[in-house]
């Protein structure tokens, strides 16, 4: 109780503060307004300040923004106690609350020295825009890849897809995985009918066996692939045949993982083949006939030329043939000697001359030289001497056999005595020794061609089989082929196994150059001067593909132009071609690589290819280039490098190389350090590669890898951290200036402010009207002078302010700023628009200050309408959300558009609209820090809109708004 009174009677013995100020009342209105606004202030900032720590729960260091409110709470008590002491003097517990506030912001400071090294260890806004950056480029790459990676699998879908031949995947046990459209077509089953099944269901019963024992051999590893032929059940229950080629993919652990199959329909080269048995049956059967009518045809043959020899012996007429050259007799029938009553030894080879009678001579000279000039004489009446020297009239008909220059060998001759009793027989010998000559003509035509047709053909057989060519005769209006032995041996089946038919022939040749011969023959049947020569793929009796060079021509053709018969030859180019195919592969493996080398080199990177077991490593040109040598200089071994390396950089990057050894390359080779110039300057060099071949042992046997010079990234980087410094120094430098403009100027203003409303007050009656409002204008300015500094201020806080990126509600934040200007303006007539829940990702601070500046200036500038429009809304460009807030005030002139957004330009006076000049250059920049950009169209006394964009914006779909 004591205590009690004695502080009671203290407290008595202070004066309330309102004494200090005369209880003037418009000094304490002052006071308690200005205590009043600042401690609301300091009350509200803790509860912004626990509202944003609460949504952001990934703030470091939470705890000092509870130290900032509780040091703010403690300012805002001692500014309400400043207002309880006006009229009530417990200066003890205003002393005490300035105690507490001391006490709170001591630790408060305390705190932020020992967190201050922490904060800035913070990465930077640089550096988290390169991180950034970097990352974009991660994906823009990633982006690309899987591009071209889908091109890849579209290109392969579509192979597999519009394949002519049935392709599949079935899994180790048989299932199918995947079917193309022409496995489909081959078996009649949709595609999900195939899925639903195993290939064993649709297999003919009598190949499971054969099949089975495929399959076991790919699974055990017997072997890697297989050809085959098997039957299938087609959907509606006949029998396909088909060509099966597999093989099986195993994983990286050599697992099995599925099947890939071939599947071809050879169904109607069975049927080719079946057709082509029975027709060789029939062939066969033929020929067997035809060789017994042939038998019985030469029996016959005989039997007519022993009638002929006795028929060209005993003949009426007397028959003699002469050398044209010596005259001389080469043969006669015994007619003639029995006749003439000579030996057949006294007459051959005796002059013809001498056979005339002395009398006739004469005759016979001018007869014989017809004979030699014409080839023939004929009914020549001439006489013979007989062995008694008695004369014979006979009639002379002689006919000249030439060879095939047209050269008369020998002459052929008849005589036939001219008697009435032996006319007759001299008709029927002259009918003799016609068919004699007729019979021996042909006889020895067929002989001579026989002969030198089964040479020729003997001689061509005997050059291609030595050549290695075979050869093929085509008649090409009844499709018969004839091949030669050799190109059955080119294909592996034994001679005659094939049918010999052009149809067999397009079965066997490859469908991708089945069409190419064609034009070809087509081609060489109209002009017979365009060459039939080509290369085509043949399949073999294997199932392989053997590449045939052919070469062939029209021989023969009808009377109507059309062609009859065809001949040619064919030769085995299958190891020329390999050898082809060979030979180019190895050079574009030689000019990748040197493509390689030259890419690398202007890219300022080297290669490098290193033999570790037998210590040899080709460093290229590029690498030496880096440090100034030439390829010369510099030998090609792993000391090279080693010498040329930083000693203490070295040791990190054998302890790189080691990793990635034991490693078996997981722990990829990758090592930047510096290496010694030739000139003496230290050179950053990125160097990466992997083992590519590796012993039995596990043990490296060859790296490769590249270079990569890096100084001048080295020195972009170390000249962005000096960048980085400077900026942070100019930053200090404007909050130094923002303080000094927060604290400095405002001072001299409150007392312009101050003198100049006390001297209105203490001397009002002494001032005319013209003073008071010079006053009035002093005051003005004064408040405009404040404002210019918090837009300044304003300003800075929006270039420094570090963004905060969270979810904001545009909308909501619209209505905000709306509901604000109309509580102020309540007898105004607005009509307000504001598009719902559109949502961003942005600051919410930079945000509101944008909608706050925009939204103001279009209530502003309809001011001067009796009702108004303003509209926040959305629409799209060029695939982008834009913003706008439109109005239907004064607007301006489009010509002086770009004078908005600078600071302190306007384009209306302040008469007419009240304002600073910096609202649109704080738009401006909040929403460049956003990454997007603002503009506005506008027409005089029609109104303005205001677009703007931000980069990193969002909206949700219309069904979960």
């Known amino acids: 109780m004591m205590n009690w009174n004695l502080m009671s009677n203290a407290i008595l013995a202070y004066i309330p503060h309102g004494h200090c100020y005369f209880w003037n009342g418009e000094l304490i209105s002052l006071h ?85 090294p922490k904060a800035l260890a913070l990465r930077s806004p640089a550096e988290l825009e390169a991180l950034n950056q970097s990352l974009k480029r991660e994906i823009l790459d990633r982006h690309q890849v899987e591009a071209e990676l889908q091109q890849s699998q579209q290109l392969l879908d579509n192979s597999f897809k519009y394949a002519l031949i049935g392709q599949a995947l079935l899994t180790p046990d048989g299932n199918w995985i995947k079917v193309n459209p022409a496995l489909c077509n081959i078996l009649g089953y949709s595609e999900a009918e195939l899925l639903a099944t195993n290939f064993r269901n649709i297999t003919y019963p009598e190949d499971l066996e054969a099949d089975q024992n495929h399959s076991d051999q790919l699974l055990s590893g017997a072997i890697n692939s297989c050809q085959f032929e098997k039957r299938y059940i087609h959907k509606q229950g006949h029998v396909i045949w088909a060509g099966l080629s597999v093989t099986l993919v195993r994983t990286a652990q050599d697992h099995p993982l599925n099947f890939i199959a071939q599947i071809d329909d050879i169904t109607q080269r069975k049927q080719a083949e079946q057709g082509l048995n029975n027709l060789v049956e029939q062939l066969e059967f033929t020929v067997d006939e035809r060789s017994r009518d042939l038998q019985k045809a030469n029996q016959k043959l005989e039997k007519l030329l022993a009638q002929y020899k006795d028929l060209y012996d005993n003949a009426p007429d007397m028959y003699v043939s002469v050398d044209a050259q010596t005259s001389k007799i080469l043969q006669c029938n015994q007619t003639l000697c029995n006749v003439l009553d000579f030996r057949k030894s006294e007459i051959v080879d005796r002059p013809i001359f001498e056979v005339y009678h002395p009398d006739c001579r004469p005759q016979v000279q001018v007869a014989f030289q017809t004979f030699l000039e014409t080839g023939e004489v004929k009914d020549a009446q001439l006489q013979l001497q007989r062995k008694d020297g008695s004369k014979l009239d006979v009639s002379l008909n002689v006919r000249a056999v030439r060879d095939k220059q047209g050269k008369v060998l020998y002459s052929r001759s008849s005589w ?69 032995p050799l190109f059955y041996q080119m294909l592996g089946y034994d001679d005659g196994e094939l049918p010999a038919s052009y149809d ?255 001297l209105l007050e203490d001397y009002e009656d002494r001032f005319d009207e013209e003073a008071t409002d010079y006053f009035d204008r002093i005051r003005k300015n004064v408040a405009r002078m404040s404002q210019l500094i918090d837009d300044l201020l304003n300003l800075s806080r929006v270039s420094r302010s570090k963004i905060q990126y969270t979810k904001v509600n545009l909308s909501t934040l619209a209505q905000e700023v709306i509901d604000q200007l109309q509580a102020g303006e309540p007898d105004r007539q607005v009509d307000v628009q504001i598009v719902p829940d559109e949502i961003v990702s942005a600051d919410s601070i930079l945000m509101r200050a944008i909608l706050t500046n925009l939204l103001e200036n279009a209530w502003k500038f309809t001011c001067h309408h009796t009702t108004a429009h303003i509209e926040f809304g959305v629409t799209e460009q060029e695939g982008q959300r834009v913003y706008f807030v439109q109005d239907d005030g004064a607007g301006f002139d489009m010509t002086y558009s770009q004078q908005l957004f600078g600071v302190f330009q306007r384009l209306h006076s302040a008469h007419e609209f009240p304002g600073t000049g910096i609202g649109l250059a704080s738009v401006q920049r909040a929403i460049r820090r956003h990454g997007g950009s603002v503009w506005a169209e506008a027409a005089i006394e029609k109104g303005a809109t205001f677009y703007f964009t931000i980069s990193r914006s969002y909206s949700r779909d219309r069904k979960e708004r």
């Not at 720590?53 to 509870?66: C, G, Q, T």
């Not at 065809?566 to 180019?573: F, L, V």
């Not at 190895?586 to 890419?599: D, F, M, N, P, R």
């Open 32 to 116: 308690v307004a200005s205590d009043a606004l600042i401690a609301v202030a300091y009350f509200s900032i803790p509860c912004t300040l626990g509202y944003f720590v609460s949504k952001r729960k990934d703030l470091p260091y939470p705890w000092i923004f509870a130290l900032f409110g509780a040091f703010i709470i403690s300012c805002g008590i001692t500014h309400i106690l400043e207002i309880w002491t006006l009229w009530h003097p417990t200066y003890w517990l205003s002393g005490s609350a300035k105690a507490l506030t001391a006490s709170v912001s001591m630790f408060t400071a305390v705190q932020l020295y020992s967190i201050a």
């Open 416 to 484: 036939r005595v001219i008697t009435e009793r032996k006319q007759l027989e001299a008709q029927l010998q002259q009918a003799n020794a016609e068919l004699e000559q007729r019979v021996q003509e042909q006889t020895q035509d067929l002989l001579v061609a026989n002969q030198a047709l089964k040479k020729s053909q003997e001689q061509l057989e005997f050059s291609l089989e030595a050549s290695g060519d075979g050869w093929w005769n085509w008649q090409v209006q009844t499709g018969e082929v004839y091949w030669s």
């Open 504 to 758: 067999t022939w397009e079965h066997l040749v490859h469908p991708e150059d089945l069409p190419r011969a064609v034009a070809i023959l087509e081609s060489h049947f109209q002009d017979t001067s365009v060459p039939y020569a080509y290369d085509y793929r043949v399949r073999t009796k294997l199932g392989e593909w053997k590449w045939i060079a052919n070469l062939g021509k029209v021989v023969e053709w009808d009377a109507q132009g059309q062609p009859v018969r065809m001949a040619g030859m064919h030769h085995d180019i299958s190891d020329r071609k390999r050898a082809e195919a060979e030979r180019l592969k190895a050079e574009k493996a030689g000019q990748e690589l040197k493509l390689l080398e030259k890419i690398l080199d202007d890219v300022l990177a080297g290669y490098w290819d290193w033999d570790i077991p037998n210590h040899r490593e080709y460093l290229s040109p590029g690498f030496k280039r880096m440090l100034g040598y030439q390829d010369y200089d510099l030998p090609n071994i792993p000391e090279t490098r080693k010498e040329l390396c930083f000693s203490e950089d070295l040791s990190v990057m054998l302890d790189c190389f080691e990793k990635h050894v034991q490693s078996r390359g997981e722990i990829p080779f990758y090592h930047e350090g510096r290496y010694h110039h030739k000139e003496g300057q230290t050179v950053w060099i990125l160097s990466s590669g992997q083992v590519i071949e590796w012993d039995e042992g596990g043990q490296p046997l060859r790296m490769i890898g590249c270079h990569l010079d890096l100084s001048e990234r080295i020195w972009a980087e170390e000249q962005s951290r000096q960048y980085a410094a400077q900026l942070k120094a100019s930053n200090r430098e404007l909050e130094a200036f923002a303080y000094s403009v927060s604290h400095d100027l405002r001072a001299p203003l409150r007392a312009i402010d101050g003198f100049s409303r006390a």
